[in-house]
């Protein structure tokens, strides 16, 4: 008894004082950790803007925001990854561009005022944000009523949505102005020199037909172009900017996808056979495939040469006739004949399209009437064509009276089309489809044939939990058993299995391939090169991924560049040498001719060369070329020239000047490009010269 009080009383001790160092550590740990303190949580920063911080709470506050603002205008609830991915940087871009821009603006002292906004949202020539949210439907004009109604009454909402859209509006109204002020600051602040104007007027009054000859890279061996270290560490040099690139993670990897066994394909084929019995002897097949397919019931009838083999035998069956189980792709399916139905291939229809001006209750009730109100005046006698011209929203065929022309079953909605075929010829009914409310009358009906209703039983075939089991364990094996780079690399290839790569992965990329690998990002920017991650689950996969290189933000090092930078110089040597070597052999030729001769090389033409050339006729893109072809006189025999296919020697033909090249309309259009430019580029140098420390890889 006193040996084990003894051993509980020493265990005790030994369990305080490894708690006890345990908390030392937690303590010391948070009063070492420079951004967390006994007294504060964590850094929760997920941006630094300028010496702001952006925290978590905020973004996700925009975030759900966001969220609210786009379940209101698509009406779903829910939404795949991307679209949130996509709401998501929505929201960061805000909330950076807010800190970026409103520095701006403070600086400047730019405002819009009250009164500014006010016109904005309700003075004679509002905004087209406020212009296309109040526009009538019918007339197609701005409907200054619903607005002010809206305005009066969105804060009676009880839901708050409104007035959380109308703030939304508000904010965005506010943030176009002043963007659009500093834009327009920066535009006025931007000179064209003159020189400039006469330069473009010069090189775009002038175009050039030359003769040329070329000779490719291709011409000299690879192996006569030595290039040393030193000659590629001076073209790096001299090219730094081409090799600048962005924070940026490398990877291969390998997908185990999920794809259904054999066991279960026999699954799928049973479960079907075992319907067949049932489905053979219920009344209403519509109605069992409905509650029992994995595809809803096809309303549609079909004519013999619109249904495929095995089905197409139904056309001339009896009522009730089956085929199958037959495979179709990855399915196995059931089809029964379920109707025989005597109408027409095609009928002629006219329609008046009434749409509800916004989506309240009181809103769809006026279309509603509107369109009953229509109804009944037609059936009275009134002039179709006319009321179509004056109320129909769909103004393509409004212009014909309403006339949709001659159509078939399936081509349009399915409410519209079961009403339209049930109507007898000139008959006018109000159908209610996602697009409004729709006067419709049937004008012309075609000559009555057989047509059938297929009922078709569908059974997928999909992996099973069980496969789901094997291909997850076959994942994890090989994530566990290799390691490192080289085994991942050996076990790949006495598996059979292909190796992909990603490139350049940014810190908050969430795709892989075509897959969400969310994850995947995350474990790359905290592996170390020659990692191998565990088995990541994705949809109907699974990935085994090695960090392969790690990008730093920046000038790319000489050695990680070295293959491409000795090619690219490699090619310029080698220009340089050819040029060398045609110019000593045409040394004392006038003419291209001459040249061509001396190099054994064929003449060839391009026409209408202008020094903006984008590409030069049946050469290709080649600035040198397309410069030089505009500046040399008529006549004269250029050097060698090196391009970006080989070098070439050129010879203008027949030279064209413009005498009467407008210079304004040359200002208009280099003015037009520098405007373009300011708008385009201003938001992204500002980034640039902004510092922007982007953290959001912690937390999403």
């Known amino acids: 008894m006193s040996v084990l009080e003894k ?3 020493k265990g005790g001790i030994v369990l305080a004082i490894i708690i006890g160092i345990s908390l030392v550590a937690f303590i010391m740990g948070d009063l070492l950790d420079p951004n967390r303190s006994l007294f504060t949580v964590r850094n929760t920063d997920v941006a630094k803007v300028k010496g702001n911080k952006i925290s978590y709470t905020a973004l996700n506050n925009k975030i759900q925001e966001l969220n609210t603002l786009y379940k209101m205008q698509v009406g779903e609830q829910s939404f795949d990854e991307t679209v949130q991915h996509g709401i998501n940087t929505q929201a960061y871009n805000t909330l950076v561009n807010e800190i970026i821009m409103n520095d701006e603006y403070k600086a400047l002292g730019m405002q819009v005022s009250s009164d500014e906004l006010f016109d904005l949202v309700q003075g004679q020539s509002p905004h087209s944000i406020i212009r296309s949210m109040f526009t009538n439907q019918e007339t197609g004009t701005f409907d200054r009523s619903s607005l002010l109604y809206f305005l009066k009454n969105k804060d009676n909402d009880a839901t708050g949505q409104q007035q959380l859209y109308w703030s939304f509006v508000e904010n965005e109204i506010y943030n176009e102005q002043m963007a659009n002020k500093y834009i327009n600051l920066v535009q006025r602040g931007l000179y064209i020199p003159s020189y400039v104007i006469d330069n473009d007027v010069q090189e775009n009054g002038v175009l050039a037909d030359i003769a040329y000859v070329m000779r490719p890279y291709s011409s000299m061996s690879d192996s006569l172009v030595r290039l040393s270290r030193a000659e590629g560490e ?3 040099q001299q090219h730094i900017n081409e090799f600048k690139q962005s924070e940026g993670r490398d990877i291969d990897y390998v997908l185990f996808e999920v794809k259904p066994s054999a066991d279960d394909d026999a699954a799928a ?10 489905f053979a002897a219920t009344e209403n097949p519509g109605q069992f495939v409905a509650l029992n397919s994995d595809e809803k019931y096809d309303e549609n009838n079909y004519r013999a040469d619109q249904l495929i083999a095995p089905v197409d035998t139904l056309f001339t069956a009896e009522l009730g006739a089956m085929v199958g189980p037959y495979k179709d792709g990855d399915t196995y399916k059931l089809s029964r004949l379920a109707e025989i139905n005597m109408i027409p291939d095609s009928i002629r229809a006219r329609h008046i399209l009434i749409q509800p001006t916004e989506m309240t209750p009181d809103a769809t009730a006026k279309a509603q009437h509107l369109a009953d109100s ?19 929203v769909d103004k393509a065929s409004a212009e014909d009276g309403g006339d949709l022309g001659w159509f078939v079953e399936a081509t349009m909605v399915k409410d519209f089309t079961d009403a339209a075929f049930a109507l007898a010829k000139g008959e006018v009914a109000v159908v209610q489809t996602n697009f409004g409310y729709h006067v419709l009358q049937v004008t012309d009906r075609g000559p009555a044939v057989r047509k059938v ?8 075939i999909i992996p099973s939990s069980q496969t789901y089991q094997n291909v997850y364990a076959a994942a994890s094996t090989f994530a566990g058993q290799n390691t490192t780079l080289s085994a991942f690399a050996s076990a790949a290839a006495a598996q059979q299995l292909s190796i992909m790569s990603a490139t350049g992965l940014a810190s908050y990329d969430y795709k892989v391939a075509d897959y969400s690998a969310r994850e995947v990002v995350r474990w790359a ?3 170390k090169v020659g990692d191998v991650s565990p088995c990541i689950s994705l949809s109907d996969a699974y990935i ?9 933000e920046g000038v790319m090092p000489f050695e990680q560049v070295m293959p491409v930078v000795n090619l690219m110089a490699s090619r310029e040597k080698k220009g340089k040498m050819i040029a060398a070597e045609m110019a000593e052999a045409t040394a004392g030729a006038t003419t291209l001719a001459d040249a061509a001769a001396k190099l054994s090389l064929a003449v060839d033409t391009a026409r209408n060369v202008g020094f903006s050339s984008y590409a030069v006729q049946t050469i290709g893109v080649e600035p040198r070329v397309a410069a030089l072809a505009t500046m040399l006189p008529e006549g004269t025999l250029s050097q060698p020239i090196v391009g970006s296919s080989g070098v070439y020697m050129i010879q203008p033909v027949a030279v064209q000047k413009d005498e009467y090249e407008d210079r304004n309309i040359s200002e208009t259009r280099l003015r037009r490009n520098m405007d373009s430019r300011a708008d385009e580029d201003l938001l992204e140098a500002l980034h640039a010269l902004s510092g922007i420390k982007d953290l959001r890889a912690k937390f999403f």
């Open 234 to 236: 001076a073209y790096y």
């Open 7 to 9: 051993l509980k009383t």
């Open 544 to 552: 085994v991924a090695t960090l392969k290189d790690v990008r730093e």
């Open 374 to 392: 229509l109804c009944e005046l037609i059936r009275n006698g009134a002039d179709f064509k006319a009321l179509a011209v004056e109320y129909s």
């Open 525 to 527: 920017y905290n592996a």
């Open 453 to 460: 209703k297929i009922a078709t039983l569908v059974r997928n």
């Open 269 to 278: 084929l049973k479960w079907i056979e075992t319907q067949q019995a049932d």
